[in-house]
């Protein structure tokens, strides 16, 4: 997933990245004891130095993805920091808000799957932000 958004790289950048990606061992050293060797097919490899700029990279994308998936009336800001994600949506009614909100959530669902990566739904929280009369939070359905 991660070689096919980086088609822009060319010639020695891409096979030295091609190489990273591919093929390898690994090992973990826990209190002194060291684990066997496990081959590694494809992938980042855990607590590389190159990881975080490859999240990065792969997830270059979600705003743009986002933004599609919502209704043109709603605002939509996407924040990305490292690996946790903020949905910022403002909308004329709170019906936009929510229905937008359900947008972004089934739009952030399908690009998970799409680019491989996981959901945590126990870190997953909604905040709604406004007058004194704002209406409780909204259910928000993911993964299901």
């Known amino acids: 997933i991660l070689l096919a958004k980086l088609q822009w790289m060319a010639g020695p950048t891409k096979k030295l990245m091609l190489s990273y990606l591919t093929g390898g061992r690994q090992q973990v050293n826990w209190n002194g004891q060291r684990s066997n060797f496990l081959n590694i097919k494809y992938g980042v490899r855990q607590g590389s130095v190159l990881g975080p700029l490859l999240f990065i990279l792969l997830t270059a994308d979600l705003p743009d993805y986002l933004r599609v998936a919502v209704n043109p009336e709603a605002q939509l800001e996407v924040l990305l920091y490292a690996d ?7 909308a004329p009614s709170w ?30 929280q909604t905040l709604r932000l406004g007058a004194p009369d704002t209406p409780s939070t909204a259910t928000l359905d993911l993964l299901g």
């Open 95 to 124: 019906e936009q808000v929510d229905f937008a909100m359900g947008s972004a959530s089934k739009a952030l669902e399908a690009y998970s799957n799409i680019n491989g990566l996981h959901l945590n739904v126990g870190k997953t």
């Open 84 to 90: 946790d994600t903020s949905i910022v949506i403002s």
